[in-house]
């Protein structure tokens, strides 16, 4: 009986072992054709200095189109300063009320941008068009005071902040509801 000495599996296949298996997700290499000769590759590489060459000149295509590169890159630039200017306003702070609550891991921020949850080093915010209805749960024995956003598109995102004390859940409560009066809109 023969037996054959090395492994017998095949090697695998996919996407988990070869990016480029999935069309679209690397860039295609650049390969030759195999009668290619290295005096091609040569005149290709001098063809595209030329090109470069020609872009230096005022008047040609190539100058024109850097020309409009360079306004496009202008009015990006212009843009990302408004922008944050605009960020500089929002960061200033605005008279409302604010609801805060945090224990040692987790963290809720309610004001006028919208609600902030934090747990350990993980975050996620929600503005005020984006929140559906937000829900609050204490428990009948312990410290543990629930607050769940509900989004249109029917996710809901829970967060539990561990209290000092149950007598901090009625504070929270009425901190929370003029939050909520304040900058919480329902549609009917």
Known sequence: MEQRIGSGSQPLEGAGFDPA??????SPASVAPKGAKKEDA????DSEETALDDADEPGTE????IDDADDDAEDAVDEADEAD???DEEDAPVDGPVFEAA????RIVVD???VRLTLDDQECEFRWDEIGAIETESPRFGKRYTITVHTPDRRWYPIEIEATARARFKEWDE???AVLDAYFEESD
């Open 103 to 106: 224990d040692r891991r987790a």
């Open 112 to 114: 006028h941008k919208g």
């Open 85 to 87: 200017d605009e960020a």
């Open 42 to 45: 040569a005149e290709e590489a």
């Open 175 to 177: 901190q929370l509801d």
């Open 21 to 26: 298996f999935i069309p679209g997700l690397t």
């Open 62 to 65: 190539a100058a024109d189109v």
